[in-house]
């Protein structure tokens, strides 16, 4: 019998993977995904989910649920990816971690019972999850798609609700190239007759949602309308958000939000609109103390890492996943508000991304590590620094993403700030030294 460890360089080494190898290793086809559930008593017939898409603010917005319906005294299941750290990540209940116990069980029957399937680590990952939950007999289950959301892995549930976060430009080489395609793909995972709720109103794609929502006979909301809370005042704790209106009475008119950056914000109402919608309807009935005291402990209560991470305060020291237009930008924005002498940047990129905009994002002021995180898919440092060469950004290239951030600690004062991002993969190999330590 195999280890847990084994199991997992197996599952690393053999078996598609996206985050290694990028759009070769993504699957255009629920076949595989239908035929694995199939062969395991279809159990993501078995528990109760709300299913999450759009390009940015999906996995904020899941945890923010989770936490609030744990909250609320409900067993609540949580999918999520990709993991920083630690693979188990991807699947909790409660905050916690699958057990490696568990991840041998299933991987022994899958690979012993079923070895005639050829799935891709995603879809693994995926039958893992709903085979946890459905066997935990979970409450709820909150489920956020990987890429898309018409070809999800994840697409195979019939939710109680369907989210969509937002929409902007990230991987058009698999989803379109405008933003009207990418909408259409996440609109796939509107089913016919279950609510859909829109985090942003967008214009320009809200056509894309209503059209969608008429052909499958879905309610389409849009989350404005049922939480509007604003940006207070932000502490080392988390935001202060106050009520905007008196349109939504039930609701409190101050939160705290444990989380930091004020895009969180726009997370935090998409999450209670969700929370509020399935409670009128009268299928997941939540008070208002569940959600004050959700959204105050996300982290404590999910286990949540990776956005606007801090990491240490002298120097201050920050890590932010954002990896798409719309994201870095919102985590660039809140670096120009820090208060600091001196400006670190450890970054580095993905090949298979059009970076030309994000990198015009970059501040000037600043002193760069430029890196790469160990995967084939990485943007090589070398390339990187000769790309921002020109645009008068001062840094050197570092072999790894460790040595990067070492010297950026080496050679920052207590009043400077290290900021480290532009993909989850440095994020994740800066956290994984980290929580190590």
């Known amino acids: 019998m195999k280890s847990y460890r084994e199991w997992l360089q197996f599952l690393y080494s053999q078996l598609p993977f996206f985050q290694r190898e990028g759009k070769p290793a993504f699957k255009k086809d629920l076949s595989n995904i239908l035929t694995l559930c199939s062969k395991l008593g279809d159990p993501h017939h078995q528990f109760r989910s709300i299913h999450i898409a ?10 923010i649920l989770s936490a609030i319906y744990q909250s609320a005294g409900y067993q609540v299941g949580l999918y999520t990816s990709p993991h920083y750290v630690d693979f188990r990540e991807r699947i909790k209940i ?3 971690c699958i057990s490696e116990d568990d991840v041998v069980t299933f991987c022994e029957r899958i690979f012993h019972e079923h070895n005639d399937l050829q799935p891709s680590f995603f879809e693994i990952t995926v039958a893992m999850a709903f085979d946890h939950f459905a066997r935990s007999a979970v409450d709820i289950a909150i489920v956020e798609t990987g890429l898309g959301g018409r070809l999800d892995s ?4 019939s939710p109680l609700l369907s989210v969509i976060t937002n929409i902007s430009l990230d991987h058009q080489s698999m989803l379109g190239g405008t933003l009207r395609e990418i909408a259409e ?10 609510p859909a709720l829109i985090g942003e109103h967008q214009p320009e794609v809200e056509e894309v949602f209503r059209a969608a929502a008429a052909v499958a006979d879905s309610e389409l909301h849009f989350a ?3 939480a509007n809370y ?5 502490s080392a704790s988390g935001i202060t958000c106050k009520k905007l209106s008196q349109d939504h009475p039930d609701l409190p008119p101050k939160v705290h939000l444990s989380l930091l950056g004020d895009f969180q914000v726009t997370n935090m109402n998409t999450a209670i609109a969700g929370v509020s919608l399935l409670s009128s309807m009268k299928i997941v009935r939540v008070e208002n103390s569940a959600i004050i005291k959700g959204l105050a402990n996300i982290q404590a209560l999910t286990n949540m890492i990776g956005r606007w991470q801090v990491l240490q305060q002298k120097p201050l020291i920050v890590a932010d996943s954002g990896h798409n237009e719309a994201g870095f930008h919102a985590a660039m924005e809140l670096v120009k508000r820090a208060d600091y002498e001196q400006l670190h940047m450890v970054i580095g990129f993905v090949k298979d991304k059009d970076i030309s905009t994000m990198l015009l994002f970059l501040p000037k002021e600043a002193k760069y590590y430029w890196c790469a995180a160990d995967l084939p898919r990485a943007l090589p440092a070398e390339q990187l620094a000769m790309q921002t060469a020109p645009m008068g950004l001062e840094g050197k290239s570092h072999p790894s993403v460790l040595a990067a951030f070492r010297r950026a600690v ?13 993909s989850t993969f440095v994020v994740a190999e800066v956290l994984s030294h980290a929580m190590a330590d």
């Open 54 to 63: 759009g390009t940015n603010g999906k996995g904020s917005v899941s945890h």
């Open 94 to 96: 409660n905050g916690r």
């Open 154 to 157: 994840t697409n195979i549930l």
């Open 185 to 194: 793909e996440k609109a796939g995972i509107i089913k016919p007759g279950v």
């Open 224 to 226: 404005e309308n049922w």
């Open 230 to 234: 604003s940006f207070e005042e932000q």
């Open 410 to 422: 080496e050679e920052a004062s207590a009043t400077d700030f290290i900021f480290i991002g532009g």
